[in-house]
């Protein structure tokens, strides 16, 4: 089946530091793979995401690749703000089907 | 304003009680679903649609029904809430790769 494992949290850094977090995932076919960031109190919003191998998905400063040879997708951005803080899932979608959430990584960036 | 909404926002239920949540999109889509979130847990699907008059079951059904009776609506239903249905539940659509999601309704039984 479909499954998504994310870096377990909760992630504490500093305004400005450099941030990964660790996505891969189990699919049959080719999935589309997707970040969404649900922002404390809010629902959850797109990201980012791309359709097959190679792309990149970027947004807002946040970036993150689909590697299919090492089945990953792990989000990366450069420099954090503290607007940052928010819950990021990483989730995949192979073609006509439903979404996989891993479980959630909770980003909390500090002044 | 196109895109899900989702009603209530809140709701408190004692155990025993029963409740529908109702889910609304304007953009057409054919697919919906809904997801419950618990801490640690991520998102999991309840049930889905992949068009009118259709619903099919996800991975933790139990508990809950569903009626798609026109395409731009999908219905939650708890019969019967335990505590164990305490969570946030989300509904949402989709075309093609394009995913679209509600606020969210916390749901608490006590």
């Known amino acids: 089946g479909n499954s998504v494992t994310q870096m377990e949290g909760p992630v504490t850094l500093s305004e400005e530091a450099f941030l990964t977090i660790n996505c891969t995932y189990t699919?049959?076919?080719?999935?589309?793979l997707f970040w969404y960031v649900q922002y404390p109190g809010e629902g959850l919003q797109l990201l980012l995401k791309?359709?097959?191998?190679?792309d990149k998905g970027s947004n807002k400063g946040f970036e993150a690749t689909y590697r299919k040879e090492t089945t990953s997708f792990h989000l990366e951005k450069g420099s954090v703000q503290v607007s940052d803080s928010a819950v990021y899932f990483c989730?995949?979608?192979?073609?006509?089907?439903?979404?996989?959430f891993g479980t959630g990584t909770r980003l909390t960036i500090i002044p | 304003n196109a895109g899900v909404t989702q009603t209530p926002k809140f709701r408190v239920l004692k155990t025993g009680q029963s409740m529908t949540l109702l889910c609304a999109q304007d953009?057409?889509?054919?697919?919906m679903y809904w997801y419950r979130q618990d801490p640690g847990m991520g998102l999991r699907l309840i049930h889905y649609?992949?068009?009118?008059?259709?619903?099919a079951k996800g991975e933790v059904p139990d508990g809950y029904n569903v009626s798609r009776l026109k395409k731009q609506n999908f219905l939650l239903g708890l019969e019967s809430a335990a505590p164990s249905q305490t969570s946030v539940y989300f509904c949402?659509?989709?075309?093609?790769?394009?995913?679209?999601f509600g606020q969210g309704t916390r749901l608490t039984v006590v």
């Open positions: 791309a359709t097959k191998a190679d």
């Open positions: 989730a995949l979608s192979p073609p006509g089907e439903k979404l996989t």
């Open positions: 949402a659509s989709s075309y093609s790769f394009q995913w679209l």
């Open positions: 699919a049959t076919g080719y999935p589309s």
């Open positions: 953009m057409n889509h054919e697919y």
């Open positions: 649609s992949v068009g009118e008059g259709t619903t």
